[in-house]
């Protein structure tokens, strides 16, 4: 496949250092509260990298990390501890707070349909590889004590900013506001590997060190997880387009710094989710969530469809507008695919078979081009195939897009021969009065006339694939 690469700025064939298997490593999150749908944009996206490589036939071993020990608020090393927050905010242990927004990620990327990946490390499992990490950088003379925390020395480097030419000043604007410059630091670009001094009286977490009682850095957890789960060498690093400076390129200084010589071979960042009015945080305007979009009525399936309709190197403008708009194209298409799952019988025709598989294959192939994959499976529909084939393609394309095609439109055949054979015609004919009367506005003869459908055993819901009717 060919991937654009964020280290040489453009695309290249994709060859993992090994025939066959892949090592890819993802940023995992900051447990500290509910993922935003913007984060949840790059896990979508990651999720289906890995998935169109294992398509391809390749063995992925993906790991990530989750970030449990009191990363900062800011991406630099200072300002306040995120996890501390949380805890204070909600009368709580940091462990328990990690342990509750550990579970509510994945509970989200399930709803999602992101595979967990195969190997899942606490920050706090691994204190003694870190340690052991930054000892051997402190030995090679890449490493420096000061004012009680150990430094990682940037002027050590042949090339720091590997990911751009920034400059000093870009790097006062990559560090964010709020945040007091750090007179401990030799070089402006240096950064925190161990803190003895936290900045925070009340710190939790803190281990033993040769450094004294302290916690981690932030960035040395993903290069010592990965190195320990995948090797010396790394195919694949993914993350959030935010995360390429500082958290990347310190990730990349450490690393190499450590093992003398190239780390990881490709780089692959997904660009920001924004909201209409700019970059979506979750400081800013209303927080988005999976569980606000269910509390909507959207599917989380409906936003995975709508992430796949923009490319992942482009910024995604997100708002409820946009949403439904996708909604509305996701039922249309489920809709498409409900008269295949009755009518499929017969060979799969092997010549158009291959002809649909490949188109799908190409886009995806091509950088990861997703709006032109969700195109491939309209060109499924459209084609002359048989339904068996039809079926066969959209069952291996789902794959990868995991939009639950076939189970939906399973789901959509099954509810309408239900419903065609047992809800009585006096039912269906309140439903349609109440679904005139919410037309007109007149929400106290529609609730009327619920609870008429309520006495008569059912039970009629608007969502936002339509009106449901529910035997009670
Ligand atoms: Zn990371």
Same mark, same amino acid.
């Given at each position: 496949?060919?991937?654009?690469?964020?280290? =040489?700025?453009?695309?290249?064939? @994709?060859?993992? &250092?090994?025939?066959?298997?892949?090592?890819?490593?993802?940023?995992?999150?900051?447990?500290?509260?509910?993922?935003?749908?913007?984060?949840?944009?790059?896990?979508?996206?990651?999720?289906?990298?890995?998935?169109?490589?294992? $398509?391809?036939?390749?063995?992925?071993?993906? *790991?990530?990390?989750?970030?449990?020990?009191?990363?900062?608020?800011?991406?630099?090393?200072?300002?306040?501890?995120?996890?501390?927050?949380?805890?204070?905010?909600?009368?709580?242990?940091?462990?328990?707070?990690?342990? @509750? %927004?550990?579970?509510?990620? $994945?509970?989200?990327?399930?709803? +999602?349909?992101?595979?967990?990946?195969?190997?899942?490390?606490?920050?706090?499992? %691994?204190?003694?590889?870190?340690?052991?990490?930054?000892? =051997?950088?402190?030995?090679?003379?890449? !490493?420096?004590?000061?004012?009680?925390?150990i430094y990682f020395d940037t002027s050590k480097l042949d090339k720091y900013y590997v990911f751009g030419d920034l400059s000093e000043e870009d790097l006062e604007v990559g560090v964010r506001e709020g945040v007091e410059a750090d007179g401990n630091k030799r070089n402006k670009a240096d950064f925190v590997l161990w803190f003895t001094k936290s900045k925070f009286d009340d710190q939790e977490l803190k281990w033993e060190s040769p450094w004294g009682v302290g916690y981690p850095g932030w960035h040395i957890e993903c290069s010592c997880i990965s190195m320990k789960n995948l090797g010396e060498y790394l195919d694949l690093h993914c993350g959030g387009i935010d995360n390429a400076f500082p958290h990347h390129t310190n990730e990349i200084a450490q690393s190499e710094a450590y093992l003398g010589h190239k780390w990881c071979n490709y780089w692959f960042h997904v660009h920001h989710l924004n909201t209409t009015s700019g970059k979506m945080s979750k400081s800013k305007g209303e927080f988005l969530t999976v569980s606000l979009l269910e509390e909507k009525g959207y599917d989380p399936l *409906?936003?995975?469809? $709508?992430?796949?309709? =923009?490319?992942? &190197?482009?910024?995604?403008? $997100?708002?409820?507008?946009?949403?439904?708009?996708? #909604?509305?194209?996701?039922?249309?298409?489920?809709?498409?695919i409900v008269p295949l799952?009755?009518? !499929?019988?017969?060979?799969?025709?092997?010549?158009?078979?291959?002809? /649909?598989?490949?188109? @799908?294959?190409?886009? +995806?192939?091509?950088?990861?081009?997703?709006? +032109? #994959?969700?195109?491939?499976?309209?060109?499924? /529909?459209?084609?002359?195939?048989?339904?068996?084939?039809?079926?066969?393609?959209? &069952?291996?394309?789902?794959?990868?897009?995991? +939009?639950?095609?076939?189970?939906? #439109?399973?789901?959509?055949?099954?509810? #309408?021969?239900? =419903?065609?054979?047992?809800?009585?015609?006096?039912?269906?004919?309140l439903v349609e009065q109440r679904k005139a009367a919410r037309k007109e506005k007149n929400f106290a003869l529609a609730d009327e006339l619920r609870d008429k459908i309520t006495a008569l055993g059912y039970e009629v819901k608007e969502t936002r694939q339509g009106t449901e009717i529910n035997k009670l």
């Open positions: 496949m060919q991937l654009y690469n964020s280290l =040489s700025h453009k695309k290249e064939d @994709f060859i993992p &250092r090994e025939a066959g298997k892949v090592g890819m490593y993802t940023c995992g999150p900051t447990v500290y509260h509910y993922a935003h749908i913007g984060n949840l944009r790059s896990y979508i996206m990651e999720d289906i990298l890995e998935k169109y490589l294992r $398509f391809t036939g390749l063995d992925v071993k993906r *790991v990530m990390n989750i970030t449990d020990v009191g990363h900062l608020t800011s991406d630099g090393d200072t300002g306040d501890d995120k996890m501390l927050k949380g805890a204070k905010r909600e009368h709580k242990t940091v462990m328990e707070i990690a342990k @509750f %927004y550990t579970d509510a990620f $994945f509970a989200d990327c399930a709803k +999602l349909n992101i595979k967990t990946p195969d190997v899942v490390v606490p920050a706090t499992t %691994y204190i003694d590889e870190f340690i052991k990490v930054i000892s =051997s950088l402190m030995e090679k003379g890449y !490493a420096y004590e000061a004012g009680g925390n *409906v936003y995975r469809f $709508f992430c796949l309709n =923009s490319h992942y &190197r482009k910024s995604l403008v $997100f708002s409820w507008e946009n949403l439904d708009n996708a #909604a509305v194209s996701f039922n249309k298409l489920i809709d498409r799952t009755k009518e !499929a019988a017969g060979d799969i025709d092997q010549t158009e078979y291959d002809r /649909l598989r490949k188109s @799908f294959d190409d886009a +995806l192939g091509n950088d990861m081009n997703t709006s +032109l #994959a969700v195109t491939a499976v309209y060109d499924v /529909l459209k084609s002359g195939a048989n339904a068996s084939t039809k079926l066969a393609l959209l &069952r291996d394309f789902d794959t990868v897009l995991g +939009l639950d095609l076939i189970k939906k #439109a399973q789901e959509k055949a099954d509810a #309408a021969e239900n =419903s065609a054979a047992d809800i009585p015609a006096e039912v269906l004919e």
